[in-house]
């Protein structure tokens, strides 16, 4: 049986313009009410997570910056894992290359970051990708940003933390995503699954994909194995 449900954000309980499926707001907020804690994992900052959590009614634990992040409850500390300062060597060396080409990179919310570093899609990700093969950097592209982020964070590292810090193990743990950076908490989790919309990695990584996409898809694997997931 599985105890909790992990669950991306952006792309999984979304629509393609980010707006968040009503639908998953009331299946979330049903697992709660019937003991089982769901929680976020996104590549967006740890105040962008909070927020969230409160909103749609969950207990605070949430995995943010793709993994570089990750709190248990409103009251726990924050977990920083990985090398920022890797991320921002990185970072500069991106920036200076578009700069001599007549471009500024958009930044994402980097005084918020702890961790990692993200940029908006404005550039080709190979290209940064060959720019920093020397750096021990991942360059990630979620389909909604470019992030910079130390070699062995990710949110499958990120889980398995996360689940000893709740006395869970993340076999535990049901996971739903769609991006390429979802795939590895898909791999790590007791049940991955991947919504319609996923890319073909992270379906192939899944255990299940649903018919449905985006925040649809959540919804029908949020009932496919509701069964399966136990209070606490």
Not at 64 to 91: M, S, W
Request: net charge negative; aromatic share 8%.
């Amino acid at each position: 049986m599985l105890k909790a449900l992990l669950t991306d954000v952006d792309g999984t309980l979304t629509d393609p313009s980010r707006r968040i499926n009503t639908a998953a707001i009331t299946a979330i907020r049903s697992l709660q009410d019937s003991g089982v804690e769901v929680v976020f994992a996104s590549g967006n900052t740890a105040c962008f997570m909070d927020a969230l959590c409160k909103m749609l009614g969950t207990r605070g634990t949430f995995i943010a910056e793709n993994g570089g992040v990750f709190r248990v409850g409103y009251t726990g500390p924050l977990h920083i894992k990985g090398d920022q300062a890797a991320c921002r060597q990185a970072l500069e060396l991106v920036q200076s290359h578009y700069r001599k080409e007549g471009k500024e990179l958009d930044l994402y919310s980097p005084s918020y970051r702890f961790a990692d570093l993200a940029f908006a899609r404005t550039v080709p990700v190979e290209e940064v990708k060959n720019l920093l093969l020397h750096l021990p950097v991942r360059v990630i592209d979620t389909g909604y940003a470019i992030h910079l982020q130390a070699e062995g964070v990710d949110k499958g590292s990120a889980l398995l933390a996360l689940a000893q810090e709740m006395n869970l193990r993340a076999s535990d743990f049901l996971a739903i995503g769609d991006s390429v950076n979802d795939t590895p908490m898909l791999k790590r989790a007791g049940i991955g699954v991947a919504v319609a919309n996923a890319h073909p990695d992270t379906k192939a990584a899944a255990a299940f994909v649903t018919r449905e996409e985006y925040g649809d898809g959540f919804v029908e694997a949020v009932e496919k194995y509701f069964s399966y997931l136990r209070p606490r």
